[in-house]
């Protein structure tokens, strides 16, 4: 999966990027603009479809309503998970204790994800792509992989099975003195969620699409995701060689890579660069030349072929 040298070609740097793709700074000044207030109603239109999606369910009441509200609210967890990936960057706002606030309590704490736990990991995820201490390499290692165990690890995501396993430490957290103060805030939003449906009228609502969705849509198209990024690389200063560079479609920034978040190879050359500014830093790459279309996956379907090929 890794590219072959020939394919990398040696042209950096540039008057416009450095010896490794990352911008000079009169470039990056342009590149490194937060838009706060764009972004707050990024946060809330985020929210307002996961409400149209729930009311729509729960309004209409037929038995394909609910399976399909399902999936769709999978699609809801991958925008709450890609802004709260974008506040522990502290990229979401301008003032650092915005950015927080938001990035715990209206993005990752409904996402049963504890913030800082995971900034501390995905920081380390940035030092050491692939590395020995890469802290997603169970995500990413051994690809490609059989296309029985491909079929496997997905089902294992669509089943809820990954999904418990994520789960079960998070409701064990609360038991334990050490962890009680990271689990305890995640715990206390879904309260609220909760709290929410039952004030509709439909509690049980919460546990179709909410907790359901996080448990199997959600895993399915993190796993999609994660490996589309950086599954089958190896670790290496040139970000060429860890991260893939796929082409983007409609249809795959609607499901799985919204926010821009598909243009991941510009991210990691320079994790500074706020989401709506990554495909201008695609396109300065491009436009070196140090990305080549013979490096661009055609598609995410194109991609996961190849990943299940062992």
Do not use: C
Request: charged share 20%.
């Amino acid at each position: 999966m890794v590219p072959s040298g020939d394919l990398l070609p040696d042209v950096l740097p540039t008057d416009r990027l450095q010896r490794g793709g990352q911008p000079v700074p009169a470039v990056r000044a342009s590149l490194r603009r937060i838009r706060g207030a764009r972004n707050a109603w990024t946060v809330v239109l985020a929210w307002g479809q996961a409400g149209v999606v729930a009311g729509a369910a729960i309004a209409v009441d037929r038995w394909w309503a609910w399976p399909l509200a399902v999936v769709l609210m999978g699609r809801t967890f991958a925008q709450l998970a890609i802004l709260a990936h974008e506040a522990a960057h502290r990229l979401l706002f301008s003032s650092r204790a915005a950015n927080d606030r938001a990035g715990r309590w209206l993005l990752s704490y409904p996402a049963f994800v504890p913030f800082d736990l995971y900034r501390r990991a995905h920081m380390a995820h940035h030092r050491d792509e692939l590395g020995p201490a890469e802290p997603d390499a169970a995500l990413y290692a051994g690809y490609p992989v059989p296309a029985a165990s491909f079929r496997r690890k997905l089902a294992r995501d669509a089943l809820g099975v990954s999904g418990w396993k994520n789960l079960r430490p998070l409701l064990l957290g609360v038991a334990r003195p050490a962890t009680r103060r990271v689990a305890l805030p995640v715990l206390a939003v879904q309260g609220v969620l909760l709290a929410a449906f039952w004030a509709g009228g439909w509690p049980q609502a919460y546990l179709v699409l909410w907790l359901l969705p996080w448990m199997t849509s959600w895993r399915v198209i993190n796993r999609l995701r994660a490996i589309a990024e950086h599954g089958g690389m190896a670790p290496s200063q040139d970000k060429r060689r860890t991260t893939h560079v796929v082409r983007q479609r409609a249809l795959a920034r609607f499901w799985m890579v919204p926010y821009n978040t598909g243009w991941h190879l510009a991210h990691h050359v320079d994790p500074g660069v706020p989401w709506r500014e990554l495909p201008r830093l695609h396109g300065e790459l491009v436009a070196s030349g140090w990305v080549t279309p013979e490096l661009h996956w055609g598609s995410y379907s194109a991609l996961w072929r190849a990943m299940r090929a062992g």
